[in-house]
């Protein structure tokens, strides 16, 4: 929608006197706070930290991230702090865990 100088001086009186401020506030849906076993997958697995070998999990599909979990459990790689982790979880909390942690979509699928 174009906002000619009438519609846009309305919005701004609009958001002025705070009438858009429910709309807005509406709008940002706040996630809930993390487990502590996915409070720990985010120690390492946020931007700051080198994404070349330990990327990011915001934007990565949960079935992408409950496939990489099972593979670091059912073939680990040596020296793999990931497979540590996998080691001792259920499919059932993998499942878990990644829809915690990712977005629905497909396990190949890229953020």
Partial sequence: MLLTAPRLLLAMS??????ARPVIA?????RPPLSPLAQSCQG???????AATMPALSGYP?????????????????????????????NAEIDS???????????????
């Fill in 62 to 90: 949960s079935a992408r991230i409950a496939a990489s979990l099972r593979a670091a459990r059912d073939q680990p790689e040596p020296g793999s702090i990931m497979a540590r982790f996998a080691q001792h979880l259920s």
């Fill in 97 to 111: 865990l990644a829809a915690e942690l990712g977005k629905p979509g497909k396990a190949g699928a890229r953020p």
């Fill in 26 to 30: 509406a709008a940002h849906v706040a």
């Fill in 44 to 50: 390492c697995h946020q931007p700051a930290v080198n």
């Fill in 14 to 19: 609009l958001i002025a006197a705070g009438a």
